[in-house]
């Protein structure tokens, strides 16, 4: 096809896209980068200048954690009850953390091994149900490796 021929293709099947789904908007929400959201989509966390935040309609802007380590990823259970990420525990070192409402925050760490100076790991992710969350941690050889963690289990070398 000619260049001309697949733009007039391209843009007659957007505007057929948009008149079948006209009903979808996008509504930026100031500086908010989403990084995962609840099941039904009602939460949403991510980052927000150096916070770690929760946010839902009803709600608005909830602080989970001020000036976090950006290593790794929030994210959030299904119900949005539960919220992961990195944070420092209370000697200035990097690690992986879970936000329970109602609760606050508990470090997850250290993965057996011991850590690195500054940096015993970063969360990445939270199971649906908010029990267990998986990430990288540091270990004393300076090699990463992939963890899980339950409050059972504690952090476990994957």
């Not at 200048?49 to 839902?56: A, D, F, K, L």
């Not at 608005?60 to 525990?89: K, M, Q």
């Not at 057996?112 to 267990?132: C, K, L, W």
């Not at 540091?138 to 992939?146: H, L, P, V």
Request: charged share 15%; aromatic share 10%.
């Amino acid at each position: 096809m000619h260049r001309p021929t697949i733009k007039a293709a391209i843009v007659t099947m957007l505007g057929l896209a948009g008149a079948a789904h006209a009903q979808i908007s996008f509504n930026p929400i100031n500086d908010f980068g989403v990084t995962d959201q609840s099941a039904d989509g009602t939460w949403l966390v991510g980052t927000q200048g150096s916070n770690i935040v929760r946010w839902s309609a009803n709600t608005g802007f909830e602080t989970l954690y001020v000036d976090a380590n950006f290593n790794g990823s929030p994210g959030i259970s299904n119900d949005g009850s539960r919220a992961t990420g990195t944070i420092y525990d209370s000697e200035g070192t990097a690690v992986p953390g879970v936000w329970t409402e109602g609760i606050g925050w508990v470090t997850t760490g250290p993965i057996p091994g011991g850590g690195v100076p500054n940096e015993d790991g970063s969360a990445y992710a939270i199971s649906g149900d908010g029990s267990t969350i998986t990430g990288l941690a540091w270990r004393s050889d300076w090699r990463a490796r992939a963890f899980s963690w339950t409050e059972t289990t504690g952090m476990v070398n994957l």
